[in-house]
């Protein structure tokens, strides 16, 4: 592995850089007040956009700055893993800035779905618009009555009816639910229990506006509804819709599951090192232009030691990762299964002990609205869960170490 970026990479880290300097930056603080006095409640049927947000992303495509995560020179840049992982980090210091360069989740999951396992048609009514940004997507696996992070005890379940699939079921934690342009959902249910227990379900296309689906509500985290994203609650009632919309076949939802979670992972990850990077630049400025007991803070409780952990820790997180990358770029998703769970257990973990400490030097600052660290610190959290809890992954690590020797 190189442990420097190509000449690509730095072409386009540089410009996507000077992009944020120059758009996003000078209105980071604005964006995040003005979204919350636009959508004060947890209604997400009368959530709105920051009227500065399809602005933004017009000049970011206007840039050569859009769909960066997509390995597709025609589609998209033709960025690899490890090209794109810096961007994605970049990225990550601004809670909102993926959506600005389309390459926010769970859209670029569900694009890389569409693009390795759609059809034609499916490409042309789905891909397409998403891409341009015309649209957003979600993603329905998670349910509210089973333990999800086995994701084989899944319940809802799809039916053949003819020409139609029936789906029928409850799915919750649904990201970007309570977007204003939500449009499809990609809904995993049961097909075929017949099965072996990892060939028993499927992914179907669903469009958001079709009849018994029912938005019962968004769930707060922390008590915070993340407008206007949300993530929701949904309930499927005999949803009818053509075979057609079925993505690869029958009884092949967790092949097409374990290609679209690796990318994402990297993206989640390289992401969360930028919000740790930037809790990092926001502890050691308060650290510097603070005083107390006539000293400055960086001085006070050991906080010196809390920063060099911090730099320790991000840049070991950060190699990880890039390793990771370089594996599915180099051997593919299923021989990078280990490094991919180490880096969803260490990233998080590393994020959350970052941001606390940043917060705590912060004092009452770092509580409320005045800094982003509050909602790093609700992000950090729901990374431990989100795309598989610690345990879950922990277990995939010890499982594939323990068959080397068993071997």
């Known amino acids: 592995m190189q442990f420097t970026h190509s000449e690509k990479t730095q072409d386009y880290l540089g410009r996507l850089k000077a992009f944020i300097d120059e758009h996003i930056k000078p209105v980071e603080q604005k964006i995040y007040n003005e979204t919350e006095e636009l959508n004060p409640t ?3 049927r009368t959530w709105k956009l920051h009227p500065l947000i ?14 960066l995560f997509l390995p597709d020179a025609e589609l998209a840049q033709g960025l690899s893993c490890v090209e794109y992982a810096p961007l994605a980090e970049e990225m990550g210091r601004y809670l909102f800035a993926s959506e600005i360069f389309n390459c926010n989740a769970p859209d670029t999951g569900n694009m890389e779905v569409l693009y390795h396992f759609g059809n034609e048609q499916q490409k042309e009514r789905w891909l397409q618009p998403l891409l341009s940004g015309e649209i957003r997507s979600v993603f329905g696996m998670t349910e509210p009555d089973v333990a999800s992070s086995d994701a084989t005890n899944m319940q809802a379940s799809i039916e053949v009816d003819g ?26 249910g049961l097909s075929n229990p017949e099965n072996d227990k990892h060939s028993q379900h499927s992914m179907v296309l669903v469009p958001l506006d ?5 938005i019962v509500r968004m769930l707060s985290a922390y008590g915070d509804y993340d407008a206007p994203v949300g993530h929701g609650e949904m309930h499927f009632t005999n949803v009818r819709v053509p075979k057609e919309n079925l993505l690869v076949g029958l009884g092949q939802g967790f092949l097409i599951a ?3 979670l690796g990318p994402g992972r990297i993206h989640h990850c390289m992401r969360a090192i930028g919000m740790a990077e930037k809790a990092l630049e926001l502890a050691m400025q308060r650290s510097l232009d603070r005083e107390a007991f006539g000293q400055p803070l960086f001085k006070l409780g050991g906080n010196s030691e809390r920063m060099a952990d911090a730099r320790i820790a991000i840049e070991q997180a950060r190699l990880l990762t890039l390793h990771a990358a370089w594996k599915i770029d180099n051997v593919g998703v299923k021989h990078a299964m280990t490094e991919i769970s180490a ?3 260490a990233v998080p973990n590393m994020l959350q002990k970052v941001v606390d400490m940043a917060i705590q030097i912060h004092g009452g600052a770092g ?8 909602r790093f610190a609700s992000g950090a959290r729901a990374l431990r869960l989100a795309d598989g809890p610690d345990e879950v992954h922990k277990k995939m690590v010890s499982r594939l170490e323990l068959a080397k020797y068993r071997r």
Do not use: S, Y
């Open 163 to 188: 020409d139609n699939l029936v789906l029928n079921g409850k799915k919750w934690w649904t990201t970007g639910l309570g977007h204003p342009n939500a449009k499809l959902a990609i809904f995993m």
């Open 210 to 214: 079709t009849p018994g689906i029912k």
């Open 343 to 345: 880096i969803k257990v």
């Open 258 to 260: 374990q290609g679209r």
């Open 42 to 44: 947890g209604d997400w």
């Open 367 to 374: 509580m409320c609205q005045d800094t982003p660290l509050a």
């Open 54 to 67: 399809e602005p933004l992303k017009q000049k970011a495509k206007d840039a050569g700055l859009w769909n």
